[in-house]
């Protein structure tokens, strides 16, 4: 047996589950391995195209710019500023998408348009056809495709590479949300294009050796997701179900995450009454969204009976 002195062996152990992972996301996601990369979960995924695509950027001295709606997820709006992006949005009408004016937006080809499926904070997920009509314009913008949020309907990884094969167009996803590993920061971004891959390391971004051999072992487990699935439904039901106030508008959703519409007080306001009831969400404010919202988890139906309760202590 050959010994190996090229480095500590533990990194060989790291190199070896790495490569066993990208293969496995690759067979999954019926790409060529070297499409595929893992990161430390989906932020992480994230972190890495934008940094990528704004070095890329300024090496064709191309202004970095980016394009996204006004309801997305509210880490993106961070890191976006973080790496110096000049930032469009594109405002939804109430919580449904602005596809038609997302179209005439990427006339202006931006470096990055970026979009969650399912919406996160909405948990809406946007009609396929729709989508397509969006791909259909991108032009040379490279368009990150957010795919973390579970939805019994998601189809965001099926048939797009066949249709868009030669777009700039990345599919980023987690294990946070469709396993509950949230904890163990795996995710990965399959690219559509080589040259994508190629600008980020390998191993910058890797996950933990024994979170990636932590996933590989429940991939199979399809129960784990059809259980999350089935308490978003819960909470689903449970919140269409309830007599909620006329100054609340619950946003159907049967995704992680679903908004709160309130007419009298104000996101914020409502998230700190909340938190002296012993409820703790987040505020339109913090989501960088208006602050009429506030946003739930929906995976935990069991307390929504008595969330509801203290929801309507708030406004009394």
Same mark, same amino acid.
């Given at each position: 047996m050959a010994i190996d002195l090229r480095a500590e062996p533990e990194y060989g152990r790291l190199v070896k589950v790495f490569s066993d992972f990208q293969e496995e996301l690759a067979r999954r996601n019926s790409v060529e391995k070297e499409l595929v990369r893992p990161t430390n979960g989906a932020t992480g995924a994230l972190g890495a195209l934008l940094s990528a695509t704004r070095i890329d950027d300024a090496n064709k001295d191309k202004p970095p710019t980016a394009l996204l709606a006004s309801l997305e997820y509210f880490d993106v709006f961070h890191m976006l500023s973080l790496c110096g992006f000049k930032i469009t949005t594109t405002q939804n009408r109430g919580i449904l998408y602005p596809t038609k004016e997302v179209i005439k937006e990427l006339e202006t080809?931006?470096?990055?348009?970026?979009?969650?499926?399912?919406?996160?904070?909405?948990?809406?997920?946007?009609?396929?056809? =729709?989508?397509?009509?969006?791909?259909?314009?991108?032009?040379?913008?490279r368009v990150i495709i957010d795919c973390t949020l579970v939805h019994p309907e998601k189809y965001c990884s099926s048939g797009l590479q066949e249709k868009f094969g030669d777009k700039d167009i990345v599919l980023v996803n987690s294990f946070s949300k469709s396993l509950g590993l949230v904890r163990d920061r795996v995710g990965y971004f399959v690219s559509f294009q080589k040259a994508t891959v190629d600008l980020i390391h390998p191993y910058v971004h890797a996950p933990h050796v024994r979170g990636m051999e932590t996933v590989m072992g429940m991939l199979d487990e399809g129960q784990i997701t059809a259980e999350i699935i089935r308490r978003n439904r819960e909470s689903n039901e449970i919140l269409q179900r309830s007599k909620t106030r006329t100054d609340v508008t619950y946003h159907p959703s049967i995704s992680?995450?679903?908004?709160?519409?309130?007419?009298?007080?104000?996101? =914020?306001?409502?998230?700190?009454?909340?938190?002296?009831?012993?409820?703790?969400v987040k505020s339109g404010s913090q989501l960088h969204i208006p602050d009429k919202y506030i946003r739930i988890d929906m995976g935990q139906p069991k307390t929504l009976p008595t969330f509801l309760k203290a929801l309507d202590k708030v406004f009394e």
């Open positions: 080809q931006p470096s990055i348009f970026y979009l969650s499926i399912p919406n996160n904070p909405t948990g809406n997920l946007l009609p396929q056809k =729709e989508l397509e009509e969006i791909l259909a314009h991108v032009g040379g913008t992680n995450f679903a908004l709160l519409e309130l007419s009298s007080i104000s996101g =914020e306001e409502c998230r700190q009454r909340l938190e002296k009831e012993g409820y703790i």
